[in-house]
């Protein structure tokens, strides 16, 4: 079961009878937030503890109001009926995610159900402080007249971020370099606050409740509006590298005297193969994005479509050739605009394809599932990492600061 990252905080397994304990709670109120709703005997069959263990984990989980038991569901097979156990939809994380245009703020519950979602048009060019106190405010407004218990907020940066802080070292689109968005996010909020690259929660999201869900080894590509992103998880542990910056496959080599890239580079994939152009090719205005799909499906044998879109697949099937030769990944996701890209590839066109013979025999490429939510649900698990990892630790009672 992929776990993302939880900012360095995990505890060693196995130990003392009190780390056995934890790393059961764990265990449990990670199955019963990514699973939904899983009845007893699911839950003492998927992590192999005897009824009696399971049983003592969920009050405790209960007393904690993490999750939900409820009454058992009449049964029409023999046996008695098991009582399904529900995340606690009261248990929330804030979700804050900054964009050139405009800062998504939003409220999603243990369970990954998006309860509210505000958007705030803003100015291009907002600074990172005047984020901060839009965000701040926003959140304040949100959380007002609602009984929750809240883990704190996740933020999802268009750029990079290092994990062990959530201090922005660059986000290019925003014009921002060196800011410690998260240190302040947390003084104006009194919640604890962790940040991290976009595209990265967005794998989050698709690996704990999407097309990843259960897959240990995964490559993970986004394209929207400001490039593509993207994100590794390997034998289950999302590869983050020495700071959190890892998975820059938007940042790939793809063609030789190719175009400059904002990094400084040339010929990456992300200043080869653009959202802009496809939406060109077919007159879509960019706020009209999401329909890209249906417009590439509609311009049907256009020969300039049909051009365009050959050559992006061609360079991005050089970025995903390889990152399957280096990773072996049993899935590659591809969302945003490279799943339009993907779902109108044309008849005989397909990705992965050129990587090396054994490394292709159990790849399967596949597009992201969760749709415009990916990225809110993806930040909200950053947000529950340290709950998921340690269920019974001490958490102040968690209330923004008024
Ligand atoms: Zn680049």
Known sequence: MPRPVNGGARRPAGGTADDLRRNNLATLLTLVHRGGGLSRAELTRRTGLNRSTVGVCLAELVGLGLV????????????RPSAVITPSSSTVAVTVNPEVDAITVGLVSLGGQVIERWRIETAADLTAKKVVARSAAAINGLLTGRTLDVVGIGVAVPGQVRLSDGHVRDATHLRWQEEPLAAELGSATGLPVKAANAALLGMFGEVAFGAGRGVDDLVYLIGGASGIGGG???????????????????????????????CGATGCLEAEVTQQALLDAVALPAHQAERLDEALAAAGEDPEVLALVRHDLDLLGIAVRNAVNVFNPAMVVLGGFLASL??????????GQDAIRADREALTV?????????????????????????????????????
């Open 68 to 79: 939900v038991e409820g009454r058992p569901a009449a049964s029409p097979g023999k046996g």
């Open 232 to 262: 590794v998880v390997s034998g289950g542990e999302v590869i983050t590298g020495v700071s959190g910056y890892a998975g820059e496959l938007g940042h790939t080599f793809v063609r030789t005297g190719g175009l400059a890239c904002h």
């Open 342 to 351: 993907y779902r109108n590839r044309p008849a005989g066109t397909d990705l």
């Open 366 to 402: 596949t597009t992201a599932e969760l749709g415009p939510d990916q990225l809110l649900i993806g930040t909200a698990e950053l947000a529950f990492a340290d709950l998921l990892a340690d269920p019974a630790a001490d958490r102040a009672a968690l209330r923004p600061a008024t």
